[in-house]
């Protein structure tokens, strides 16, 4: 029967058996068998298994359970149980949080991407003992939790002896997502289908014959299952005349099967259906409670001789029979079925409380709070999505108004973290029909701002929440310091006008909340850099001196930094939690922090750690699913490219551009032209360069940000001077003057002084110059490089080349170090106008590698292990250890002892703050 299954399959058997061929060899992947129901997707992954078993491929799987979609962690329970024997041999805090996440232990999950990690160690151990082969059936039924670690896996087992194959009858953004191949399975060809139906049901009538090949429309599960019903039930649901779709057609041809069976077979067939993959004695003790009489295992007999069910035990032969059973039974006698298996469930709370909610038809306070505390459970297992669904349902069970904005509320949150967008919408339009408290009226503001962050900021409404944060967070601070920094997001992002701006800063000025706590020191950069410029770098240079607790504190911190025009100091404070994110799996906040890292080193000029962290930070941004962020990372990789002279700048700048623009995201737009600035700048398009970085200062533009725009004053002025446009740039420095006297921001002060220099007439030039030098921060030095080469210049065009060839040469010789090769060019060419010798250096080796790899090596370096390097970088051992296979030919080394030698004096300038 399964080869019969299997004809005109030859190029997915192919596909699928190279697949499993490659682990066998060293190497894995995944892919998505995709189709429509009963096109043959299971019978083709499991010829594929057994052959895999049969060539000493281990096989493991999984089942998606319809009534288990929202127990968090359900599906990957099947898997841990197989390799439970592994589970003792992970490092503790993955140990710790697989437990965790599968129930093994009552503890809450650190955060579900070092579940992923887990499972991914888990089976890359398993797979060196001997190749593996996952199979994930009916994976559109599987919980989401399940779903993220599996797309999480799937993305890192290249370099593993281990395959991943997930069936599905649709597209899931979760495995989308992760960049799978997808199999796609067609109908039969009309050839084809007759063949499989002249082997199922010889001797058909020709009139018959063409009619269930019309109706079968390829469908190898219809073209066998449709003649078994015209022979058992005269055809009445098989041939039904009308536009019937052929899923709910092949229902129906179980249902008919179904009705002919007795009463005792019929229940246990519906509790089954309905207990996902619960034992056979729960289903027969709740039969036996729906119908008053025991039942025993002898009732599936009947099922069995209908082709319903395996003969092995309580298994469907096919997931259509378990719908067919759900959507056969009335409403009644689902909910009855519901209550008879909440009762037999004891032990079960999360299950118990579903079935008990599945039960209800009108408000039950007793049941949503079952519910409640089930959302409570789900989220210490990190299933977020599981908790929303919870406490969504609990909602609809509540009768009391503020318990039930309360859940609602709730629910719009966790539904904002996991960044569904129109389920947010949905759930504060049922909590706004409500009668809110002020606190709940704050609330929905905060999470209905946030979710609109890449919109552009309504000045009213942000100034309205701030201020209902004050009065808030008197009550409670991390809520009022939340609603706060809802309001000011959108203001960072747009621009609400000078009125709000003033009211959000008032509001913060009035938080009741310690001064000197991190959030408020770092919300206030935020939104007064300038007007409290002074007290705000006091306070963020004060936070390094604290203890690093908190691991969301710094990030935002880092962040404020930037706009501050600090980023030496962000990228202090940002370096400072990445082990502690790394460890807790906190992948979305390192992202972030990574992000902050990338476009701090990018403004530092340091082309070396400002590429390693903006390629982890896109890599996490886009399995994160942040898409802001993500597109800021483009917009950083499009700065350092154009420090380096990599023609990649363009590329980069336009999708960050495309990505920013429908919301009107500023400060991605204000960097974008940033960089196209700087990379016309090194290629002496000084006209394209001054219209470029005009952009970021003018209020009319998308690309104006007020603070953003202080890492280009020097620039700017340059480009001016250069383009015959000196009287705007003058203009510009007029306007900035008098902010440079109330901040402290290292960006404007050190942009106005060289602008002012490189704005004079040559009786004052040289001074200031000198000034602009004198006043760089020690911990900026492609600062100083970029002054050394303004003066450089001044000095060579009036005739001082030995002079000039001094401060040239140093400001070469930083460029070089930092990697900002288009700078180094600038340098090296007028040094070669000032009469001095300035060959072009070969690239180092350490430039050879890819990011990753450089990561790895410096990682390997510092005498990690493959094992402690794959727990910082989210990937497996054995991708460890290729990696520095790959590295060792391009680095000139034969073993890791030799790698710390090789990157001597190319630590990055991240390594050398912390």
Not at 511 to 530: I, Q, S, T
Request: proline letters at 5%.
């Amino acid at each position: 029967m399964q080869r019969r299954a299997l004809l005109g399959r030859e190029t997915e058997r192919r596909a699928l058996a190279a697949l499993v061929e490659q682990a066998a060899a060293g190497s894995g992947g995944a892919v998505v068998v995709l189709g429509a129901p009963g096109i043959g997707k299971s019978a083709l992954v499991a010829e594929a298994a057994a052959r895999a078993a049969c060539s000493g491929t281990r096989v493991i799987t999984a089942v998606g359970v319809e009534s288990e979609e929202d127990v968090p962690c359900a599906g990957l329970h099947q898997l841990v149980h197989q390799l439970r024997d592994g589970i003792d041999d992970l490092p503790g805090p993955q140990r710790a949080a697989l437990r965790a996440a599968v129930g093994l232990v009552d503890e809450a999950v650190p955060d579900l991407y070092l579940v992923g990690l887990a499972a991914l160690t888990l089976l890359s151990d398993a797979a060196v003992k001997a190749p593996l082969l996952v199979v994930v059936e009916d994976a559109h039924w599987m919980d989401r939790a399940s779903l993220d670690v599996l797309g999480f896996v799937a993305r890192r087992i290249e370099s593993d002896p281990l395959v991943l194959v997930v069936v599905t009858r649709g597209t899931d953004e979760r495995l989308g997502g992760a960049g799978l191949a997808v199999l796609h399975l067609d109908p039969l060809t009309d050839e084809v289908s007759g063949e499989l139906l002249d082997a199922v049901a010889p001797g058909l009538g020709q009139q018959v014959r063409r009619r269930l090949l019309e109706e079968a429309a390829g469908n190898p599960l219809a073209l066998t299952e449709l003649p078994v019903a015209l022979q058992s039930v005269g055809g009445a649901y098989a041939l039904t005349p009308g536009p019937l779709p052929l899923t709910e057609r092949l229902e129906r041809t179980f249902t008919a099967r179904v009705s002919r069976l007795p009463a005792d077979t019929r229940a246990v067939l519906l509790l089954a259906a309905l207990n996902g993959d619960g034992t056979m004695d729960e289903c027969l003790a709740a039969a036996a409670r729906m119908l008053g009489t025991a039942v025993d295992a002898a009732a599936l007999g009947p099922a069995v001789g209908a082709g319903l069910v395996e003969a092995w035990g309580m298994t469907f032969r096919h997931p259509l029979v378990r719908s067919a059973m759900h959507h056969a039974a009335t409403a009644a006698e689902r909910q009855a079925a519901h209550a008879a298996l909440a009762c037999v469930l004891q032990g079960q709370p999360d299950r118990q409380a579903w079935h008990r909610a599945a039960a209800t038809a009108g408000p039950d306070e007793q049941a949503a709070r079952d519910l409640d505390s089930t959302a409570g459970r789900a989220l210490r297992r990190g299933g977020a999505a599981a908790a929303l669904a919870a406490l969504r349902r609990a909602a609809e069970l509540t009768a009391d108004p503020s318990a039930r904005a309360d859940r609602l509320l709730r629910a719009a949150e966790l539904a904002l973290a996991s960044g569904r967008s129109d389920v947010v919408a949905d759930l504060l339009a049922q909590a706004g029909s409500l009668d809110l408290s002020v606190r709940d009226q704050g609330r929905a503001a905060w999470v209905g701002i946030v979710r609109s962050e890449w919109a552009q900021g309504e000045g009213t409404a942000a100034a309205e929440l701030a201020e209902l944060a004050v009065e808030i967070a008197a009550g409670e601070p991390l809520l009022g310091l939340r609603m706060l920094w809802g309001a000011i997001l959108p203001c960072y992002y747009g621009e609400p006008g000078p009125a709000a701006w003033q009211r959000v800063v008032t509001a913060a000025d009035r938080m009741p909340v310690d001064a000197e706590n991190p959030f408020l020191v770092a919300l206030r950069a935020y939104c007064a850099p300038v007007e409290r410029g002074r007290a705000v770098m006091e306070s963020l240079v004060r936070q390094l001196e604290r203890s690093s607790e908190d691991a969301e504190a710094d990030p935002l911190l880092g962040g404020a930094a930037v706009t501050m025009g600090a980023p030496a100091l962000a990228m202090r404070l940002t370096a400072r939690p990445l082990d502690a994110l790394r460890a807790q799996g906190q992948l979305s906040m390192l992202a972030r922090a990574l992000c902050i890292q990338a476009g701090s080193a990018a403004r530092l000029g340091d082309v070396r750690a400002g590429s390693l962290a903006a390629e982890e930070a896109a890599e996490l941004a886009r399995e994160t699913g942040q898409p802001l962020v993500h597109a800021m990372v483009h917009a950083i990789r499009a700065q350092l490219a154009a420090v380096c002279g990599d023609l990649r700048a363009d590329v980069w700048a336009a999708e960050a551009e495309r990505a920013a623009l429908p919301g009107g995201v500023r400060p991605v737009l204000a960097i974008v032209q940033t960089a196209r600035g700087h990379a016309a700048l090194c290629q002496g398009r000084y006209g394209d360069a001054f219209g470029h970085l005009h952009r970021v200062f003018d209020p009319a533009d998308p690309a104006f940000h007020p603070w953003l725009r202080f890492y280009a004053v020097a620039e700017l002025a340059e480009a001016a001077v250069r383009s015959e446009s000196a009287p705007v740039a003058r203009d510009i420095l007029e306007e900035l003057t008098p902010l440079g006297k109330l901040t402290a921001s290292p960006a404007l002060l050190c942009g106005l002084r060289l602008a002012r220099a490189l704005l004079s007439p040559p009786d004052t030039a040289e001074s200031l110059y000198r000034a602009a030098l004198d006043a760089v921060p020690v911990d900026w030095p492609f600062e100083r490089a970029r002054v050394h080469l303004a003066l450089g210049e001044w000095l060579r065009r009036h005739r001082r080349p030995a002079e000039s060839r001094v401060v040239l040469q140093a400001a070469r010789e930083v460029f070089e170090a930092l990697g900002a090769s288009a700078w180094a060019e600038r340098a090296r060419q007028e040094l070669r106008a000032a009469g001095a010798s300035s060959p072009r250096q070969d690239p180092a080796a350490v430039d050879q590698l890819t990011s990753t790899e450089l990561h790895v090596a410096q990682l390997a370096a510092q005498g990690l292990t493959n094992r402690e390097i794959g727990e910082r970088l989210y990937v497996s051992p054995r991708t460890v250890s290729t990696h520095l296979q790959r590295m060792f030919p391009k680095l000139g080394v034969t073993a890791r002892g030799e790698l710390a030698a090789v990157l001597r004096g190319t630590m990055t300038y991240a390594e050398d703050v912390v």
